[in-house]
């Protein structure tokens, strides 16, 4: 139950946060996320009671901005694609994570399923009538990011508690992404329009899931905690219908159960890499 509301307060913020883009933009949107997340984040986990010494910053540094990275490029396409489509490329990222730390010839079906249901979206990539071309790259860019911030969070996670490291992450990707937001934005951030839906983006975009995250993570098996974790492009498709009123065609749905029925075959697997991540 926690782990589906995660899903659901995830991409509840990513549909909020899309409705933000209008005013201040996916920069903008990012630099409220960030910073917002940041400050809640430390609060409750309190990372400088137990602060990383010396080249441990280095691993970090790199999840940080892994994690920024991975918030600007997913917000940049969902700003020209259905969120849905999005959330279904970038779980390209850690599916590749899962399948390539796989040594069984059969998980090659899922890496088969997975590019179907890519291909299956290529004929509807077109500027002007179908899927933006642009936002396509900038999710799969966005699951590269998200990529790398499992394997680097798996390295930092290593040196202290979950929630910590989680915390210092965010703090770095606002370190570096909150003035670029708010070179780019100015004034607009600061609007009393913007502002409470920037805080409730950040609440509802990471503070609140992974809290819900680490309370399922306790209470489930890991393989069962993987699994659900898969069916988050189909809340992210319903979250985007029923907010947004984004419509998808029935090729599109189909492409989507093709990753969703790729990403649960991976994670069928002792010790799966597709993990939770911030979004």
Known sequence: ????????????????????????????????????????????????????????????????????????????????????????????????VALLSSKRKRDLVWVAFALAGIILLLPEIDMETGLDPVGVVLALIAGAFWAGYILFGKRTGTQSSGGRTVALGMAVAAFFLVPFGAVSQGSALLSWEVIPLGFLVGIMSSALPYTLEMVALRNMPAQGFSVMMSLEPAVAALAGFLILHELLTPLQWLAIALVIIASVGSSMQPNSDLDSADK
């Open 1 to 96: 139950m926690c782990l589906l509301l995660a899903m659901v307060t995830i991409q509840s913020g990513a549909s909020i946060a899309k409705q933000l883009f209008p005013l201040v933009g996916p920069e903008g949107t990012t630099t409220l996320r960030l910073g917002f997340s940041a400050v809640v984040l430390c609060l409750i986990f309190r990372p400088w009671k137990a602060l990383p010494q010396g080249s441990q910053w280095r691993s970090i540094i790199v999840y940080g901005l892994c994690l920024g990275g991975m918030n600007i490029t997913f917000y940049y396409a969902i700003e020209r694609i259905p969120l849905g489509i999005g959330v279904a490329l970038e779980f390209t990222g850690p599916l590749a």
